[in-house]
């Protein structure tokens, strides 16, 4: 019989925000699977470092940061063929992903290349946004209100219709599009209403108005837009 594979979703970087389950899983696994950055470190492997058995088989998912997409999508076809081979003995396995596997998470590329042939168990886990919230104590939606979840890179014209539309935004993967996002919110009125966040819950996490935040942000970075605070009295 052929293993199981779970997709742990570890939070947004905090240790102590992973759950139970994720926990117990990684600490069980006899084999573990992570992305990580081509010749760098493994923000995934750090995050569940603690809960990593001696001896355990790791398999390192070198994932490229390009903007071609084909580098990772053969990253990912590498990377399902080597999981499916440890599967195919009988082996359950876990993959770690940073915050949830199925919010922007790099599991999914790996689900969608194996949910046909393997079972597979898939372990939310606490999102970026929300750990930005949190942080923030600025409360995203309330009552019928909408949010939209906008990434960075859309160019001016959609970014500003999609954010006009929104009751509360999440802009995320900010990173070098700072500026020119920052200039299209300046731009419809809301930079008032508009923070920052970088590296949500880590001990090198930033939080600010926008207006202030630094030209230069890193990848794991945010922006969070309310417009309806007075629906939370």
Same mark, same amino acid.
């Given at each position: 019989?052929?293993?199981?594979?779970?997709?742990?979703?570890?939070?947004?970087? +905090?240790?102590?925000?992973?759950?139970?389950?994720?926990?117990?899983?990684?600490?069980?696994?006899?084999?573990?699977?992570?992305?990580?950055?081509?010749?760098? *470190?493994?923000?995934?492997?750090?995050?569940?470092?603690?809960?990593?058995? $001696?001896?355990?088989? @790791?398999?390192?998912? +070198?994932? /490229?940061?390009?903007? +071609?997409?084909?580098?990772?999508?053969?990253?990912?076809?590498?990377?399902?063929?080597?999981?499916?081979?440890?599967? *195919?003995? !009988?082996?359950?396995?876990?993959?770690?992903?940073? !915050? $949830?596997?199925?919010?922007?998470?790099?599991?999914?590329?790996? &689900?969608?290349?194996?949910?046909?042939?393997?079972?597979?168990?898939?372990?939310?886990?606490?999102?970026?946004?929300?750990?930005?919230?949190?942080?923030?104590?600025? /409360?995203?939606?309330?009552?019928?209100?909408?949010?939209?979840?906008? /990434? !960075?890179?859309?160019? +001016?014209? @959609?970014?500003?219709?999609?954010?006009?539309?929104?009751?509360?935004?999440?802009?995320?993967?900010?990173?070098?599009?700072?500026?020119?996002?920052?200039?299209?919110? $300046?731009?419809? !009125?809301?930079? *008032?209403?508009? &923070?920052?966040?970088?590296?949500?819950?880590?001990?090198?996490?930033?939080?600010?108005?926008?207006?202030?935040?630094?030209?230069?942000? /890193?990848?794991?970075?945010?922006?969070?837009?309310?417009?309806?605070? $007075?629906?939370?009295?």
């Amino acid at each position: 019989m052929s293993g199981t594979l779970y997709g742990i979703g570890l939070g947004p970087g +905090d240790a102590e925000l992973m759950t139970l389950k994720a926990v117990r899983m990684i600490r069980s696994a006899k084999v573990v699977a992570y992305p990580a950055l081509t010749g760098g *470190e493994s923000f995934a492997r750090s995050i569940a470092a603690e809960f990593i058995a $001696d001896g355990v088989q @790791e398999i390192r998912i +070198d994932v /490229p940061m390009v903007v +071609d997409r084909a580098p990772a999508q053969a990253a990912y076809d590498a990377a399902a063929d080597e999981i499916s081979a440890m599967l *195919e003995t !009988g082996l359950d396995m876990v993959v770690l992903c940073e !915050g $949830d596997p199925f919010f922007y998470g790099s599991f999914m590329y790996i &689900y969608a290349r194996l949910s046909g042939r393997f079972a597979i168990e898939v372990v939310p886990g606490v999102t970026s946004m929300t750990a930005s919230a949190a942080s923030l104590g600025l /409360p995203l939606v309330a009552r019928n209100e909408v949010l939209s979840v906008i /990434p !960075g890179p859309l160019e +001016d014209t @959609e970014l500003k219709a999609r954010i006009e539309v929104a009751d509360s935004v999440v802009i995320m993967k900010v990173g070098r599009h700072l500026g020119r996002i920052r200039a299209v919110i $300046d731009a419809l !009125g809301l930079l *008032e209403r508009a &923070y920052y966040v970088e590296r949500a819950s880590l001990a090198q996490e930033r939080r600010m108005a926008l207006a202030e935040a630094p030209d230069k942000a /890193p990848y794991f970075s945010m922006i969070l837009i309310t417009k309806g605070a $007075d629906l939370w009295l």
